[in-house]
């Protein structure tokens, strides 16, 4: 099997590459391809089909998403890697299910480099580094009574606030949930 390189589309997975190596984050680069008006891959693979005069059911969307901005940082197909077998089944109808990696069959160097290994690899470490600080902010109060006050109107749980403009309070789930849906 070989693979054809799409110069236009290559060309944005190394701009992604390099946006992310500059430090930004996932939503800012599909913010930024959105704004440029760059085809999503989905997009480029309906356009495809659609050129073969292929039948093509898939609804697309001009939007990049933050899923497709991580999978194309994390697919190793971009330094000419093929994976196989990263999805199985055990009856023809039954549900999917992912292997681990080690499960995979992988060829290495069988297809033409997008990335060089350096950048790729350099990106994976970034992506780990990036993705292990939890930092959620400073709990500056003590929240002992989150999981045994109920608010008495509804029956929700209460979840303690420490805001800075707000005294130490605890709210219903229900409303904090209404709130923050509403913004």
Not at 15 to 23: A, I, N, R, W
Not at 152 to 159: A, L, V
Request: charged share 30%; proline share 4%; with cysteine.
């Amino acid at each position: 099997m070989t693979f054809e390189i799409e110069p236009a589309e290559s060309e944005v997975v190394r701009k992604v590459f390099e946006l992310y190596g500059d430090g930004w984050g996932y939503k800012k680069i599909a913010n930024h391809l959105t704004s440029l008006n760059i085809p999503t891959p989905c997009m480029n693979e309906k356009t495809r089909k659609e050129a073969r005069g292929e039948e093509s059911k898939r609804a697309t969307r001009p939007e990049w998403s933050i899923v497709a901005v991580e999978g194309i940082l994390r697919n190793d197909f971009y330094i000419g890697t093929l994976r196989q077998g990263k999805c199985t089944r055990k009856k023809i109808n039954g549900k999917d299910m992912k292997p681990e990696d080690a499960e995979h069959i992988v060829f290495e160097n069988n297809h033409e480099l997008i990335v060089d290994y350096l950048t790729f690899a350099a990106t994976q470490e970034q992506l780990k580094r990036r993705s292990t600080h939890h930092y959620r902010g400073v709990k500056k109060y003590d929240t002992a009574y989150t999981s045994w006050l109920f608010c008495g109107d509804c029956g929700s749980p209460m979840f303690s606030r420490s805001r800075s403009n707000l005294a130490p309070s605890y709210i219903c789930g229900t409303y904090q949930f209404a709130e923050n849906a509403a913004r």
